[in-house]
Each structure stands twice: as structure tokens, then as C-alpha cells.
């Protein structure tokens, strides 16, 4: 077992051991007085981890409610959002109360924008059940709901009282939802830790569970670092946003529903590193993008793709800013102009 505080305005550990679902319970109780608990999840955790996580809730003297929506992107809505606060109201959960997150980086991140808006807020539990949100969404903060305008572009930071980071849950992950999150994995390596990318060089997707414990605590550890110095985003912690920009674009232009985040980050990160890093560094991070069987690139025109990235919540008045790893390790902070990003990308 591994637990990793971190340090923000509200301070909270994130627990890595297998086999900590089960025993949430525990977890949780020790963080809260309360003894009532609203467990929101989707229709494919419901099955698998639902009644492990109530039972061992319960087990602790929690009384527990849940809501269910179908899985997916697209229930990242204001539909959905105001379904969750009605489910909170006739649950008649109070600002003294609990909210449980389970699931993936779609429930976490409405889960906890419903838990930051709720009667002014109300303090929530992540357990991410994914790669993606076990390494990412999960820790940090951040929490938001898509709009037609364009995705988390309405949300709030909410920090958890727990993470509860179960590896077992990674084993019935369909392939393609690990390989989702190994985008991320890989950006964390560009970003802040050569060693991390040198490390997933050596596995591929079949092999990566063998290591799957030291991905999951050292990607948490390098998003505490730049969180505890940026909780708000402002600075430094916009390196994680290292292939975000054209990776949320390509989301955007597949409606949020055959390209998944991981997708997006992965051909985003190749894509803007093909154009202004060395081309060492990019043959290497595309050699490795591949090995988790994910895409290193797209053919939709460059001029399809640039009216989202105007819109993306990384841009600040007329200028827009962009991540580029020119070393492995490095990231860098880039502001320009939007009509020099858009150059920038179509040369």
C-alpha cells in the first residue's frame, strides 16, 4: 500500500493498494462523522464494483443511496448534472453528508462538480476505476461537465477528502479503455520523468500490468508536485495539458463519442511534437505511443480541427497556450497569438 498526501488549501491522501475497494469503507469512515453516503456511478462500474463498494460502506454504519447514468462522455451534460442534483435532494443529502465518486474520469469529474455545487458544496470521495482517472482526473481538483461549446468548459475546483486508487480494478478494463489512460501515463513521462518514459519503452499493453502499481504512484506523484505549487491552474500546472489542446479538438470533432480522451492526448502529443521538437524526440514518442495501441496522428485537416482549439479553455484573450516537450522529461510552456498557433500547426 501506498498513500500519497496532497498538500492543497484542503489537504487529502491518495491510498494506491490493491484491494482497497472492498474495504472503502474503512477509508472512508475515517475522514468523515457522517454516516450517510450518495455513491454515483455509471452502468458498467454498477455491475462490477457497486455492491462491493455498498457492502463494505454499510459494513462501516453507512446508510447509502446511489444514482446510475449510462456510461460514456456524453452523460458528462447539464442533462445529466441536474438528474444527479435531483437524485441528491430526494436523497436528502445534507452539506455534512458524502459523496462518492466510482468510476472512471466521467463520473469523478461530475460527480465532483455536483459535489462542489451542491447546497454550496459538499465534500465527496474519488474511486477511479480506470487507468485514466486513477493516474489523472482523479487527483488534482478539477472537476466539470462538457457543453455544446465545447469540453469542461463549465466546472469548478473541488478538491476530494480521498482517493482510493484499487489497481485490481485495472484487470477488467477492456483493452482499449487501458490503453486510454497509458496516453496519460505517457504524457506524465514527457512532462516531468524521464525514467517513467524509459520504463513504459521497455512494456507494451499485454505486459504493463506487471508495473501497473509504480505507473499509478509515480504519475500521482509528479500531479501532486505541480498541483501543491498551481492549484488553480495559473502557472506551472498547465504542463499537464501537454497534448490537450489538439487532443480535445479531436474529441470535439468526433462528437465525444469513436475517439476517446486518451486518443486525443496521445495524437496530440505526437502531432505538436512532430512539428516543433526534434525529430529524435518525436520518432521516440510515437515508437512509444504505438506500443500501447494508440494513434499517433490524424487525417483530418489541420483547418477542421482549429475553430476547437479556439475554443478550448486554454486560450486567454486573443492568445492560446501550448505544451512542448523538446527533451523527454521537459515540458515548456508556450503563448502565442491564435493565428500564430493555427500557422504553427497547418505548416
Known sequence: ???????????????????????????????????????????????????????????????????????????????????????????????????????????????????????????????????????????????????????????????????????????TLPPETLADGMGEVIKYGMIRDEALFELLEKYDLDTCDSIMDEIVANCVDIKRVVVEHDTLDKGERMILNFGHTLGHALEGWHHYTDFTHGMGVAAGMCIITDKLAPPEIAERLKNCVQRYKLPTGTDIPMSELLPFCSKDKKRESGSINYIICKTIGNAEIVKVAVPEFARLMEG
Open 1 to 171: 500500500m501506498k498513500r500519497i498526501r496532497i498538500n492543497t488549501t484542503q489537504p487529502y491522501d491518495v491510498v494506491i493498494e490493491r484491494g482497497s475497494l472492498k474495504k472503502c469503507g474503512e477509508y472512508v469512515a475515517s475522514i468523515t462523522s457522517s454516516r450517510t453516503a450518495a455513491i454515483i456511478t455509471d452502468d458498467i462500474v454498477e455491475k462490477l464494483y457497486l455492491g462491493d463498494v455498498r457492502r463494505s460502506l454499510e459494513e462501516n454504519g453507512f446508510k447509502c443511496t446511489s444514482y446510475v447514468f449510462p456510461n460514456g462522455e456524453q452523460s458528462k451534460s447539464i442533462e445529466n448534472l441536474s438528474k444527479i442534483y435531483d437524485f441528491l435532494c430526494e436523497s436528502e443529502i445534507t452539506r455534512s453528508d458524502i459523496i462518492i465518486a466510482l468510476g472512471g474520469g466521467v463520473v469523478g469529474d461530475i460527480s465532483g462538480f455536483a459535489a462542489a455545487s451542491y447546497l454550496r458544496g459538499v465534500d465527496y470521495v474519488q474511486i477511479p476505476t480506470t487507468l485514466l482517472a486513477q493516474v489523472d482526473s482523479s487527483v488534482g481538483g478539477k472537476t466539470a461537465i462538457d457543453i455544446p461549446g465545447g469540453k469542461n468548459l463549465v466546472g469548478a475546483f473541488k478538491q476530494p477528502s480521498i482517493v482510493i486508487s484499487d489497481s485490481d480494478t485495472l484487470k
